[in-house]
């Protein structure tokens, strides 16, 4: 049998086990993001809409296919780079940062190293990594929000090429009108530099932490969901072959994923009103101006006016399309992540 991921830990020296927890977890991140993506961003426009007078999508396969329709498949991975390295920075810091408070709750309860956690020692692990993921998640999820809602906004700008081609093409034509302007679907959004620039000229470096409450108590209380659902499952899975529970890297391909599976969507429906919340006031500039001077929204006033608005309902906006996408992209993030533990981790 081979060494358990905890004897691993006590041969490898620290840095080098932080880095494989990093290396392992960015992987994971960028690989199950390429396949979510457009789900995401289904969810994040539902979610956006809540305060809104009109509704712009009657559900999430609506939202998909008017986004396929009038953006096409550049418009369903709108503002893939931002999440990309938010899922590199995600996964590498909660499996990283979750290594070490297992180690420091050993440590704090006078256990060796090789000794197995509780299940609500786990869990608390998860949610000191889950906190302190939330607070260099939080930039990074502003930005992607913001440009996932772009194509929303009005009025469009149309591109500066399309302009001069079309104002050329107008003066060749003898009398034409000079009201004459670009069709509306030629648009240029701003990029992520361009987004991530506007925010701090606009509110300071403190402005990349809006919604950081919201994020704050989504992966504080998601990731102790994620993380001790995950290894409930996978204790029971190795318990059905009577392996102990702590050779996870005893764990099966298949067994890795269901354990993952079940851990999306312990994740997403755990604290979803705060997800829900957090898109919202991060959207507001974009689709629900204020008048100048007004002062900014708040966790409390946002989740009170959508509550106010839709309800409960308004709070789970997306939740179904976003638990269903969570089954196999958290599958495929421990499936890589045990994966590439079992096989470089020793």
Known sequence: MESSPVDAEVADPMSIRALKDISFGSAAGIASKFFEHPFDLTKVR?????????????GPIDCLVQTWRKEGIRGLYRGLPAPIVGAMAENACLFWTYTEFQNTIRWANSLSMTEQLSLGQLAIAGAGAGSLTSFVLTPIELVKCKMQVQMLMAPRVPFPEASAVLAGAAASIPNHSSSLQPPSTLIRPPGPLSVL?????????RGLWLGQTATFIRETGGA?????SKEAVATLLLARRHVAAKDKKELHAWESAVAGASAGVAYNVALFPADSVKSAMQTEAELRPRVAGEPGSTFLGTFKAMYKAQGVRGLYA???????????????????????SKRYGS
């Not at 539902?46 to 009657?58: E, G, H, I, P």
């Not at 620039?197 to 470096?205: A, C, E, N, Q």
Request: glycine residues 8%; aromatic residues 10%.
């Open 46 to 58: 539902l979610q956006s809409q809540v305060l809104d007078k009109t509704a712009r999508f009657n």
């Open 318 to 340: 997306g939740c179904g399309i976003t638990a269903a996408r969570a089954v196999p992209s958290s599958a495929l993030i421990f499936l890589i992540y045990d994966g590439l």
């Open 224 to 228: 102790a969901a994620w993380f001790a």
């Open 197 to 205: 620039t506007s925010i701090i000229r606009t509110d300071g470096l």
